[in-house]
Nanobody, 125 residues
Framework: LVQLAESGGGSVQAGESLRLTCTAS??????MTWFRQAPGKERAVVAA????????YYTGSVKGRFSVSLDNTKTTAWLQMNSLKPEDTAMYYC????????????????????WGQGTQVTVSS
């Protein structure tokens, strides 16, 4: 069992930065995936980190602006978001614990057992 909780969202102007935090309790994780969901849209992957290989992933629209990290205890993850744009406005979630059979589809929201409550990011122009 693991519980996740996001924090750090807020309302900012375009070009500013935010740092989101995801804290895991119950046990550590070896990967953390960030998703976002805007009104009327599907929940979509934003970034991910996997400690086994050290690999990170960023969706094309945020690459070069966002970065993801995980601490040495594997209980806290961060999503640093720079140069924010209005189109980044969404509810941001962290997710962990892929369901069996979803290893090759880690980017799918349906593959995760555990989610945080979400933190709202609003970017105005």
């Amino acid at each position: 069992l693991v519980q996740l909780a996001e924090s750090g969202g807020g309302s900012v102007q375009a070009g500013e930065s935010l740092r989101l935090t995801c804290t895991a309790s119950g046990h550590s994780v070896n990967s953390m995936t960030w998703f976002r969901q805007a009104p009327g849209k599907e929940r979509a992957v934003v970034a991910a980190i996997y400690t086994g290989s050290g690999n990170t992933y960023y969706t094309g629209s945020v690459k070069g602006r966002f970065s993801v990290s995980l601490d040495n205890t594997k209980t806290t993850a961060w999503l640093q978001m720079n140069s924010l744009k209005p189109e980044d406005t969404a509810m941001y979630y962290c997710a962990a614990d892929l369901k069996p059979g979803y290893g090759g589809k880690w980017f799918s929201a349906e593959g995760y057992n555990y989610w945080g409550q979400g933190t709202q990011v609003t970017v105005s122009s």
